[in-house]
């Protein structure tokens, strides 16, 4: 009997979408966090009575024939990059990204890491870092007689220092974007690497053509929709509990076979 095998295939693809959603709202409160989403794919099917074939001598053709289908799969989970809520927190080394685009991290494996999570600090000798101390690309030192320090919608940095009156500029944020940002992938720690999926970066000033604005002092929040979520997650549990429910009538079904007289 089929029906457990394709039930049971349901099963699994109705798990594997809860872990996603799970994921989903266990990160709604992290910084830039962009919410997946599960597709699934119907499997191969069985051709008891193949569609086109001849039914007869006389040429007639099979119109619809017999397939039976054997299940679902999980075909990709892909991440679904809206923009988040921006909110203000008046920290100076927050920075939020308004539009498309990425900042650039310098890991320790040598690597260059993109993140939009924009709660940087400052390193012991002033460089500008992510709260795990990687730093930020192209890298940024700001003194340590700054009186005050701003960020431009444009990335350009300014430092006001003791003795002088104009401020002076100490370095530029830059952003990245890829082709297909749905292909990077996810590290942890809110960093992504660049995949054959994703495409080689492009990088460029915030504010122009293709490239988001950056706000200082602002954080993006994760763009997790809860009422969504939970009722993404109300109707996964209802599949794999029907899916569950066609097990045991299948079993029911091939006992009464088994007791047959």
């Given at each position: 009997?089929?029906?457990?095998?394709?039930?049971?295939?349901?099963?699994?693809?109705?798990?594997?979408?809860?872990?996603?959603?799970?994921?989903?709202?266990?990160?709604?409160?992290?910084?830039?966090?962009?919410?997946?989403?599960?597709?699934?794919?119907?499997?191969?099917?069985?051709?008891?009575?193949?569609?086109?074939?001849?039914?007869?001598?006389?040429?007639?053709?099979?119109?619809?024939?017999?397939?039976?289908?054997?299940?679902?799969?999980?075909?990709?989970?892909?991440?679904?990059?809206?923009?988040?809520?921006?909110?203000?927190?008046?920290?100076?080394?927050?920075?939020?990204?308004?539009?498309?685009?990425?900042?650039?991290?310098?890991?320790?494996?040598?690597?260059?890491?993109?993140?939009?999570?924009?709660?940087?600090?400052?390193?012991?000798?002033?460089?500008?870092?992510?709260?795990?101390?990687?730093?930020?690309?192209?890298?940024?030192?700001?003194?340590?007689?700054?009186?005050?320090?701003?960020?431009?919608?444009?990335?350009?940095?300014?430092?006001?220092?003791?003795?002088?009156?104009?401020?002076?500029?100490?370095g530029n944020l830059d952003l990245?974007?890829?082709?297909?940002?749905?292909?990077?992938?996810?590290?942890?720690?809110?960093?992504?690497?660049?995949?054959?999926?994703?495409?080689?970066?492009?990088?460029?000033?915030?504010?122009?053509?293709g490239f988001g604005r950056l706000?200082?002092?602002?954080?993006?929040?994760?763009?997790?929709?809860?009422?969504?979520?939970?009722?993404?997650?109300?109707?996964?549990?209802?599949?794999?509990?029907?899916?569950?429910?066609?097990?045991?009538?299948?079993?029911?079904?091939?006992?009464?076979?088994?007791?047959?007289?």
């Open positions: 009997m089929r029906a457990m095998s394709i039930a049971a295939t349901g099963m699994l693809a109705q798990q594997t979408n809860v872990e996603v959603i799970s994921n989903n709202i266990a990160n709604m409160n992290t910084t830039g966090y962009k919410r997946q989403r599960a597709e699934f794919q119907d499997l191969i099917y069985q051709n008891i009575e193949r569609t086109g074939t001849n039914s007869s001598d006389a040429g007639t053709i099979v119109p619809t024939g017999i397939q039976i289908g054997v299940g679902v799969k999980t075909g990709s989970v892909y991440r679904i990059t809206g923009q988040g809520n921006l909110i203000q927190t008046e920290n100076t080394y927050d920075v939020a990204i308004e539009g498309r685009g990425y900042f650039r991290v310098q890991l320790p494996s040598g690597q260059e890491g993109y993140t939009r999570a924009g709660s940087f600090a400052l390193s012991a000798d002033g460089t500008l870092v992510t709260p795990e101390g990687y730093q930020i690309l192209p890298a940024v030192t700001v003194p340590d007689d700054a009186l005050d320090v701003s960020i431009s919608n444009q990335g350009e940095i300014q430092v006001l220092q003791d003795g002088n009156v104009a401020p002076s500029t100490v990245a974007t890829f082709s297909n940002e749905a292909g990077l992938e996810a590290v942890g720690d809110n960093l992504f690497l660049e995949t054959a999926a994703s495409g080689a970066p492009t990088t460029g000033t915030p504010g122009s053509t706000l200082q002092g602002f954080l993006e929040t994760s763009n997790v929709n809860a009422v969504s979520e939970i009722s993404s997650l109300i109707t996964a549990q209802r599949a794999y509990e029907m899916n569950s429910r066609v097990i045991t009538t299948a079993d029911e079904m091939m006992s009464t076979t088994s007791n047959l007289r």
